[in-house]
């Protein structure tokens, strides 16, 4: 099973790449080729959530891959996907796609951000006490610092 995983973070990088551009192609769709009725109340911001969720999760994971993540770690990754969030809101109102930019959006992908995060932290420190080393030996991360997590039993 760490086999498994370990590859899985080894590619985390890659599929990082691909999901971010799947996620922007599904932002950016424009108005005119999207449902005209959402398939159930706050489907949007289901959609919203969930994405950045997943697009977090997998973020940490390909950051682990190089370095163990600490608090600091996930704060820049958060506040980064939040500004990208505001920036893919922003993008949306390009005369070409049509759509508009939203405020419950934005909380809608930087709140998914939070949760994919705590869910990462959580399965990382799972995985640490089963015995898996998630970031590579000799991350270069001279802090004394506890990841993330680790506090948890």
């Known amino acids: 099973m ?3 995983i370990n590859l899985l973070f080894r590619w985390a990088a890659a599929l990082l790449v691909i999901y971010w551009v799947v996620l922007f192609v599904g932002t950016h769709t424009p108005a005119n080729q ?17 994405g950045y969720a997943v697009l977090a999760f997998v973020a940490a994971a390909a950051w682990t891959w190089r370095r163990t993540l600490y608090l600091r770690d996930y704060l820049v990754l958060l506040s980064g996907l939040a500004c990208y969030a505001v ?5 949306q109102m390009l005369p070409a796609i049509r759509r508009n930019a939203d405020v419950v959006d934005w909380a809608a992908d930087t709140l998914g951000a939070a949760i ?11 995985a640490r006490r089963r015995g898996l080393k998630l970031a590579r030996e ?9 990841p993330l997590g680790e506090h948890c039993h």
């Open 34 to 50: 999207m449902p005209s009725e959402p398939p159930f109340p706050f489907a949007d911001k289901v959609a919203h959530l969930g």
């Open 138 to 146: 000799g991350d270069g991360d001279s802090t004394t610092q506890e």
């Open 116 to 126: 994919g995060l705590a869910v990462f932290s959580a399965t990382a420190a799972y």
């Open 2 to 4: 760490s086999k498994i």
């Open 87 to 91: 920036l893919d809101e922003v993008s």
